[in-house]
């Protein structure tokens, strides 16, 4: 197994406060809901060690990471060890200040905005009465500063029905070159809300539906890289692979999903390094006590992980019997822990033939970009 | 003015990764160049204190079947590293005399 001296990217959750509760956030409630937030000075001298292990970007994520009254000096870390940055926010507190600081850096990629709906009603359902006003007024404040806005839309069930209204705000309204979307996922307090968050298996048919002919319709300015639309597209593409007989799919057949652990590390708002964000309940290591790039290098749950793409579906009695199993990757393996206690386990509800079974339906071919 | 030696941006990051080959990365623009293990040999020793012929020497003495004009194309890959703004020269500043400053 090839593996890069050091790691590429590093997360961190930068603080664990929020001034939102949404019902579905992944970290609340989570292993990743860890304790107090480390000062200024602990990550400034982590940042050091990244620069001498030549990490190229840092994501920062949380809770709110805005909400860090000291974050100009972290950024300010950031750039002055020779690292590029994005952030992860619910855009409800940034101010024409901040933004200013952030383009001035000339380091920041991105900073990606929730925004779940076209109208308060939708966004705010999850995220809290006032938030989707604040958090557009927060995607024009980082535009009218020269910053580049991301935005992902979660999908959840009171929102499945706004996605046509959703994109045309996000697109027309707003301007936007493109946008990403996910669905809540069964981690931290989405699965205390399960009931009221999660898409039924007929909402996750016509968000599947939706959003892959509002792409076409808006020339692919609509992504994923997990969600209805990317199960969507990969699941399309394995129906089509078991009605050509094809023996197997590019990294079909074992547990391949995600694999991020090959090219980044996360680290916890406690400073508990750990191999991803979705699974946050394995500890590495900490920062400024252990050396990041021995870790990366030797650790051996770490090197266990990287072996999991070892590891045929065909093994495991979830996947028995299953005409798509060399066209799966297990996905998640995060998701997989929350939902089964195992890690090196296909995520079921990343399953096809799940869904099938439980009455869902694949769009229509015509439909892919 | 008297040109010195070629001399590495210090911003750029030298990411080695798989089988002695690398990226430079410039974090202002995002941009990244690939670099082959002769190109980050010589990169490693743009420090002020070699030309392109004293690291072809060094070269020779790590590895086997250096084709004769391997300084030239030294020179060619320090020129395209210093287009792409990697790579910087430190410049002596002749002591003026007269008014050749007032013009």
């Avoid at chain 1, 939102?20 to 990550?43: F, I, K, N, T, V």
């Avoid at chain 2, 250096?66 to 792409?84: C, G, K, N, W, Y």
Wanted: hydrophobic letters at 35%; one cysteine or more.
């Amino acid at each position: 197994m090839k593996l890069m001296r050091t790691p590429k990217k590093i997360d961190i959750d930068i603080t664990n406060r929020c001034n939102l509760r949404c019902r579905y956030c992944y970290h609340y409630e989570s292993a990743g809901d860890a304790g107090g937030d480390l000062p200024a000075e602990e990550w400034l001298q982590f940042f050091g060690e990244l620069n001498r292990c030549a990490v190229t970007e840092v994501t920062l994520a949380g809770g709110e990471p805005f909400i860090r009254e000291d974050l100009e000096a972290i950024v300010g870390g950031i750039v002055k060890n020779r690292m590029r940055f994005a952030i992860l926010s619910n855009g409800t507190l940034i101010t024409d200040e901040m933004a200013a600081f952030l383009a001035s850096t000339k380091r920041c990629n991105y900073v990606q905005i929730s925004i779940d709906g076209s109208m308060p009603e939708s966004h705010d359902a999850m995220r809290g009465r006032g938030s989707f006003a604040r958090a557009v007024e927060g995607l024009l404040t980082l535009r009218r500063n020269g910053v580049r806005a991301a935005v992902r839309v979660t999908i959840h069930r009171k929102n499945v029905h706004d996605l046509e209204g959703i994109t045309r705000f996000l697109l027309e309204d707003i301007g936007l070159g493109s946008f990403g979307t996910n669905s809540a996922g069964a981690m931290g307090l989405c699965r205390k809300n399960a009931e009221i968050v999660q898409l039924t298996t007929e909402d996750r048919v016509l968000a599947m539906e939706t959003l892959l002919r509002l792409s076409k319709k808006y020339n692919g300015r609509i992504q994923a890289m997990a969600g209805p639309l990317a199960e969507a597209r990969h699941w399309l593409e394995m129906e089509e692979a078991r009605l050509e007989g094809r023996p197997q799919m590019p990294n079909g057949g074992s547990l391949t999903g995600c694999g991020c652990y090959k090219s980044s590390l996360s680290v916890r708002a406690d400073g508990a390094i750990t191999p991803c964000t979705m699974l946050s309940h394995i500890e590495l290591g900490r920062i400024n006590r252990d050396d990041l790039g021995g870790l990366w290098r030797e650790h051996t749950t770490l090197n266990a992980l990287r072996r999991r793409d070892e590891i045929p579906l065909s093994g495991f009695s979830f996947c028995e019997g299953c005409p798509y199993v060399n066209y799966c990757t297990g996905n998640c393996p995060g998701l997989s822990y929350t939902l089964t206690g195992e890690v090196n386990h296909p995520s079921p509800d990343a399953c096809l033939r799940k869904f099938l079974a439980e009455g869902g339906r694949l769009p229509d071919r015509a439909l892919l970009c | 003015m008297d040109v010195k030696n070629p001399i590495a941006n210090p911003l750029i990051v030298l990411r080695e990764e798989f089988d002695d080959w690398a990226i430079l990365f410039d974090p202002d623009t995002g941009n990244a160049f690939g670099l082959n293990p002769t190109g980050v040999f010589i990169w490693k020793l743009l420090d002020g204190k070699h030309d392109a012929d004293a690291i072809v020497s060094r070269l020779r003495e790590e590895a086997d079947d250096v084709p004769e004009d391997a300084a030239e194309h030294a020179r060619q890959f320090i020129a395209a590293l210093e287009a792409q703004g990697l790579v910087g020269y430190e410049i002596e500043q002749e002591r003026r005399t007269g008014n050749g400053d007032r013009g």
